[in-house]
């Protein structure tokens, strides 16, 4: 406590030219440095309609001419798949139906962590997700569920320095950002590292790279899953990785003028991190500790992702704090939403 407020004393005395350093980080980002957020009660819960979902979980969500469009999984003990809805107003998000995608080209059987993008080159939406290997449906019409094609891989296989690098974690999580010359893959392994593939725009989606270590940490904790990556402004991005804090999961921030990286932390802690327990404020009850996969609220549709840097609403997961984590996959996930206060 004494030495941070040290460090603010001798900023403090440098103001006069250091006035300018804050502006710098601004134009850099256009990003705030700190994070602070409202969150919603439990807003969308399974539906009970004989499919026995126990969780609702991983959203991604883009609003496109006043609809937002969710694409979720569903989690149970026997697995997981996905679904879809749409609402005009966050106020009747769980009264919408649920389309469940395995009614749709993309089937039956492992898929889980959507995100959803439309690549202009060839006006077609991309639905990216996990089962088993990194996958992709696509769909002319976003509002027309059942026409989502069957899944095809991206890779021929678990990539061999993933496989390498496991030690029981998991391979999860893909998500694809475009720039103007390449796209790229990211994905995850519950074991403390980030991986990044690429394959130019033109080629997109064939021939995606082995992947790349984008960034590691020695504790699983510090960088564990759900990353999602955005454009801000014209030439900046922003990372988010969820990581497992002392109380429970929540969003560690970098930002870079590359989406090779490398990657500075903006809000890369538990005490003041992007998005978490600490920097949240319930309207109603804190119905969840832990702040976990979701994402931010696009209403630009393309597939460079841009997101306004303030002013944001984060769709995301949580759980009551009394569930039982011995099952994991039926642990009861609801959706909730999150408002950023204030901003740039
Ligand atoms: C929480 O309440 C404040 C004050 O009414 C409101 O501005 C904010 O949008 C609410 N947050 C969410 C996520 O609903
Ligand atoms: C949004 O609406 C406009 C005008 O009706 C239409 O041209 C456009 O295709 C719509 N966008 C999407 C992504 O459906
Ligand atoms: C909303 O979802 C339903 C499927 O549940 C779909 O038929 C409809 O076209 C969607 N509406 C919009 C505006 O996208
Ligand atoms: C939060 O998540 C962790 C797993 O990351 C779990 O062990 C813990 O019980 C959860 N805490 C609450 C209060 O739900």
Redesign the pocket.
Known sequence: MLSSLISLVVLAVSAAPAIALPQLTTRQTNLPSTFK????NALVFPKNDGRGVAGVKDPSIIQVNGTYHVFASTAQNEGYSLFYFNFTD?SKANSSPFFYLDQSGIGTGYRAAPQVFYFAPQKLWYLVYQNGNAAYSTNKDISEPKGWTAPTNFYSGTPKIIEDNLEGGYWVDMWVICDDADCHLFSSDDNGRLYRSQTPLSNFPSGMSDPVIAMEEPRKEDLFEAANVYTIGEKSYLLLVECIGSVGRYFRSWTSTDIKGPWKALAATESQPFFGASNT?F?GTKWTDNLSHGEVVRTDVDQTLKIKPCGM?FLYQGVDPGADWSSYNALPWRLG???QVGGC
């Open positions: 957020w409202t969150s919603s966050y404020v309207n609403e939403l999150a408002r």
